[in-house]
């Protein structure tokens, strides 16, 4: 996806955030503005809205010297995701269609999203989610692809929301490689973040060399963009995915909720729905 | 009022609404955030938000060469404010306390604010606020200073509010100067708006000299500053006239709704909340 003009001020929105996040003082705020501010003029809006994003939240990490400005949050919310896991395994259990129930669950995780300006209520936003209508809803095409496929490329995305995942891979039943970001960036899941989430379990945890809040092929590693290319299918989880990755050639399957306008009308549907959306199928 | 952090992102969003207000194509759009970013640097947190908007409203106006981007809502916000006059003023003649009266629905109009990413039904947020209560309220020590005053300084804000304004400078029943900004800037009240909105039959319509969506005393003319000096009461109306007379030493009286959450907490009220509130008295 292409950047759009009302990404920018969202952006200096996210510098702010995440640079109060460390605890910085005015001053070390007012220069991370500043530089943010300084930095649009070279941002093309060819560019995809996640590849500006890494910029921004590198200039947080240098002014602030903080490299994990989120770290508190990611593991608190890994942990209060672990605590619904026993409920939630029970509901897929007695679920009439267990699949589809784990994708409803692991896009409710994707409400854990710190680089967006809207609160969440995990437990509340599940039970919402759980029986809301998808924006899009492309589960034949899903289902038909995965029952041809042997390995799956799953991209991860938000801390928390990785715990939930967990519980569709286990209902994907194929050799599961789970791509994550090579540092940390607002909260999106690390390879640590990823053992703390339990998915070393049932998945191969694999770095995607990524340093934005979103895959991006021109920034990942070969063995990403190796995967990439091989894998059966390919799962996109989140926005930040999606911003990276919805202009590449192969089949891709995005979940996602889509909770800022931009990117809904990106989509082409409304803001706060849910989606299951395959490309070049 | 300084600028707070939270001000700068919003500004580069009011820089961006403002453009598209235009009809300005993508790439200018993209020039304006890309100065308006780069002037982030200069912007000393010691200015008052509106000091540092005129330059960017002055942005907007020289790369688009529209200099009154918001010219047909005003108007079309004047009119629909002046549909309601009659009703109105039939409420204030039928009030308990017309001067309380009048006071609510001139705070009221202040929703019609264009610098502010809210949206707003005039007819139903007049319902609501008719009934409201106040955040702070200096009613006594206004009724008292206005009781013993007999010219009064009357900052205009936006344009519609100045309609309503006309209802309570006739329960005034002073010698009542409005004033007005120099140039248009978002869709404050100007020279024109204000002969448009009927207050050249009840008051005298002054320029404040200002090129800021708000009265800046150091950027106001001789007119201004001489009458800011000597008419025994004055009334600022808005915002954007908080931001930018706050720290003044002489007695004022604020009239506003806190529609952003930096101005409420400057003042020490809740978002929405609705202020009479008196300085230096």
């Not at 503005?33 to 500006?52: A, M, Q």
């Given at each position: 996806?292409?950047?759009?003009?009302?990404?920018?001020?969202?952006?200096m929105?996210?510098?702010?955030?995440?640079?109060?996040q460390?605890g910085?003082?005015?001053?070390?705020?007012?220069k991370?503005l500043?530089?943010?501010?300084?930095?649009?003029?070279?941002?093309?809006?060819?560019?995809?809205?996640?590849?500006?994003?890494?910029?921004?939240?590198?200039?947080?990490?240098?002014?602030t010297?903080?490299?994990?400005?989120?770290?508190?949050?990611?593991?608190e919310?890994?942990?209060?995701?672990?605590?619904?896991?026993?409920?939630l395994?029970?509901?897929?259990?007695?679920?009439?269609?267990?699949?589809?129930?784990?994708?409803?669950?692991?896009?409710?995780?994707?409400v854990i999203?710190?680089g967006?300006?809207?609160?969440?209520?995990?437990?509340?936003?599940?039970?919402?989610?759980?029986y809301?209508?998808?924006?899009i809803?492309?589960?034949?095409?899903?289902?038909h692809k995965?029952?041809?496929?042997n390995?799956?490329?799953?991209?991860?995305?938000?801390?928390?929301?990785?715990?939930?995942?967990?519980?569709?891979?286990?209902?994907l039943?194929?050799?599961?490689y789970?791509?994550?970001?090579?540092?940390?960036?607002?909260?999106?899941?690390?390879?640590?973040?990823?053992?703390?989430?339990?998915l070393?379990?049932?998945?191969?945890i694999?770095?995607?060399?990524?340093?934005?809040?979103?895959?991006?092929?021109?920034?990942?590693?070969?063995?990403?963009?190796?995967?990439?290319?091989?894998?059966?299918?390919?799962?996109?989880?989140?926005?930040g995915?999606y911003?990276?990755?919805?202009?590449?050639k192969?089949?891709?399957?995005?979940?996602?909720k889509?909770?800022?306008?931009?990117?809904?009308?990106d989509?082409?549907?409304k803001?706060?729905?849910?989606?299951?959306?395959?490309?070049?199928?």
């Amino acid at each position: 996806m292409k950047t759009f003009l009302d990404c920018i001020p969202c952006l200096m929105k996210q510098a702010l955030r995440a640079g109060k996040q460390t605890g910085a003082d005015e001053k070390t705020l007012k220069k991370i503005l500043d530089e943010t501010g300084s930095l649009i003029k070279d941002i093309p809006l060819e560019n995809t809205p996640v590849e500006t994003a890494a910029h921004i939240y590198k200039i947080v990490s240098r002014l602030t010297g903080v490299k994990d400005p989120y770290k508190k949050i990611k593991n608190e919310n890994i942990l209060q995701a672990k605590k619904l896991l026993p409920e939630l395994e029970q509901k897929i259990n007695l679920a009439e269609n267990p699949l589809l129930c784990a994708i409803r669950i692991s896009i409710a995780g994707n409400v854990i999203d710190l680089g967006v300006d809207k609160k969440f209520n995990i437990a509340k936003d599940l039970d919402k989610i759980l029986y809301q209508d998808f924006g899009i809803f492309d589960y034949d095409k899903f289902k038909h692809k995965l029952s041809n496929s042997n390995t799956v490329l799953f991209v991860g995305d938000n801390c928390g929301e990785s715990v939930f995942d967990t519980l569709l891979i286990k209902q994907l039943k194929k050799k599961v490689y789970y791509a994550v970001r090579e540092i940390p960036v607002i909260n999106d899941v690390t390879y640590d973040d990823a053992i703390n989430s339990g998915l070393n379990e049932i998945s191969e945890i694999i770095s995607s060399g990524v340093d934005s809040p979103g895959a991006v092929l021109s920034r990942a590693n070969n063995e990403f963009k190796n995967l990439f290319d091989k894998a059966d299918i390919v799962i996109s989880k989140g926005q930040g995915n999606y911003e990276g990755l919805s202009l590449e050639k192969r089949d891709i399957f995005f979940l996602l909720k889509a909770k800022c306008h931009v990117i809904a009308e990106d989509i082409g549907v409304k803001e706060d729905d849910i989606i299951l959306k395959g490309i070049n199928i």
